[in-house]
Every structure is written in C-alpha cells, then in structure tokens.
C-alpha cells in the first residue's frame, strides 16, 4: 500500500490557492483513477483504490498546513507503513509555475507542511513532488494563500497531469525514475 498526500489548508476560502495545490494534485488523481474522497479519518479526508497494480490511498490532511505531520503519522502506524511507502505532493515558490521537481528525501526548505511531516516521522527521507507555484512578487502570505490568474490555470493543467505521471512512475518504478524523466519538467505554455 502507498500513501499519496496532498499539502493544503481546509475551507472553502483557500480552494484553488496556491499552497493547496497539493489537494488540487491528490483530486486531480483521484478523478483520473475514479477514487472517491469520501471517507473522513486520521486528520484528513481520503479514498482509498488502485493505481494501476498499486493500492493507495489519496489523502487531504484537515489538519492546516503547518500540522500535516499528525495526519500522516496517524495513517502509517494505522496501516503499518514506512518512509519508502510514502509520497507528499506540495507547492513550492522557488519553482516557476509550470515546473516540477521530484525528490527522494530533503529538508523543508521553509515549508511548513513538510517541516511538521518529517518532526513527525523523525525523518526527512520520504519522497515528494513538488509543484511550482512562482516567486511572490511581494508578501509571502498573501502570494501562497493568493488565487492563479487565468493564464497560470492553463499552465497548471499540464502541471498536474505531469503530476499524475510521475506518480504512476514512482509506483511503477521508483522515485529515481521519476526523477530521471520528469525533473526539470516546464509546461509548454510557460510565462
């Protein structure tokens, strides 16, 4: 079994923000692969199905960012899963929107879902995709709970598919793969 994680904030008020494409990423998959999110557990909102020969299950913590770690800790002692079991999908403004970049472990780098996923497990070797989301041009708070202008929504498209890929690569293969194919990745639309 894997665990996919998508990073955001809960609320009507922060849909289609920057820092909740990770739940903009994990609803994309769910709908590609008919998973519903329908079950409320663990912090979070999940479904649970199949990625090709994969069971997964697609979480969206309910915690608030910066408490992503309790939802995730609850799941892998629930289901008796380890680092190598786990994939977190999250924004990150030091990518361009239309970029990707996929790791194998890491720090934080300042974001706060990712700081209080590895204070919980301990350890920052975890895969994760991370998903463009442009450099504030002024306050960071106001750019990462801010809305993607028309024209970044198109480009974002090709980004959560890219997304979407990478995953089912990761689960095919491993995350080096990923990494070796879709590293680097920028949406033909670019800015």
Do not use: W
Request: hydrophobic content about 35%.
């Amino acid at each position: 079994m894997f665990l996919i994680v998508g990073l955001g904030n809960p609320g009507d008020k922060y849909d289609n923000t920057r820092h909740n494409i990770g739940f903009e990423a994990i609803d994309y998959i769910a709908k590609k692969y008919n998973i519903d999110i329908n079950r409320k557990k663990f912090k979070g909102e999940y479904g649970e199905g199949f990625i090709g020969s994969e069971k997964v299950i697609l979480m969206k913590p309910t915690t608030y960012m910066n408490l992503s770690g309790e939802c995730v800790r609850e799941v892998i002692d629930f289901y008796k899963l380890t680092n190598e079991d786990i994939l977190v999908i999250y924004d990150d403004i030091s990518l361009d929107v239309g970029r990707l970049r996929i790791r194998e472990k890491g720090s934080a780098g300042g974001h706060n879902g990712i700081k209080s996923i590895i204070a919980h497990l301990g350890s920052d070797e975890f895969s994760r995709i991370k998903i463009g989301v442009g450099q504030p041009k002024g306050d960071l708070v106001n750019h990462v709970l801010g809305k993607f202008s028309k024209e970044e929504n198109e480009i974002l498209e090709e980004s959560l598919e890219t997304t979407k890929l990478s995953v089912d690569t990761i689960l095919k293969e491993d995350t080096s793969s990923a990494m070796n194919k879709y590293n680097g990745f920028k949406a033909k639309k670019s800015i």
